[in-house]
């Protein structure tokens, strides 16, 4: 079984006070293993999005812990707590979020600007990984003159020029056509089998989170089950304790 890079332990997390108190996550237990593609379903309001800013580190819990590569989370701060999520994480989100009116290079590589790389190796890194996702012409195009497709092949690229551990992936195909969502599938697992980089994918799509390593299903803030892509495929449904892989409950 390879290394826990994330893991979290009776992870709680509550918004508002008093009456107003909501709780969205209720003592979650989750590892997230070293080159394994990990789909978090749930419907919405679940506390899959919740869990998953966690487990980046955008987000702080009201109690429990959150380690990394087996570093309590909680002793980062400030700057040092944006070099480490920086350097060791990936996003790629449906919505992109990326400058409408810079260029396609300029977005790619906006995490080393944020790192304080040089301008020189900026764009070399840059041009380097958007040949490698045949990207290398838009360089200069303005990510708005973009089709969807190619704007999350952007946005895949700006999540790998820091050369990440983790790449956090929320609903990546929701507002792509079924051609293309597919080939950005198909883009994710090649880097995940290829590279060996860690893939987190959050999302409501079953065929989607069937091509995972593993997957989670959260319901009202705790996690009702985990099981293995073959358990999943097999049709078994094996529920697990919260955060406790289903696998191990089958032995």
Known sequence: MSTPVLRVEDLHRSYGRGPTRFEALKGVDVEVRAGESLAIVGKSGSGKSTLMHLLALLDRPTSGSVELNGVPADRLRGRELNRVRNETFGFVFQQFFLTPSATVLENVILPLKIAGVGRAERKRRGMAVLEQLDLADKAKNRAIDLSGGQKQRVVIARALVNDPQVIFADEPTGN????????????????????????????????????????????????????????????????????????????
């Open 176 to 251: 792509l056509d079924t051609t293309t969502g597919a080939a950005v599938e198909d883009l994710l697992f090649g880097l995940n089998r290829e590279r060996g980089i860690t893939l987190v994918v959050v999302t409501h799509d079953e065929e989607l989170a069937s091509r995972c390593d593993r997957r989670i299903t959260v319901r009202d803030g705790r996690i009702e089950a985990s099981a293995t892509a073959a358990t999943t495929a097999s049709g078994t449904g094996t529920t697990a304790e919260p955060g406790r892989p289903a696998e191990e409950v089958a032995a």
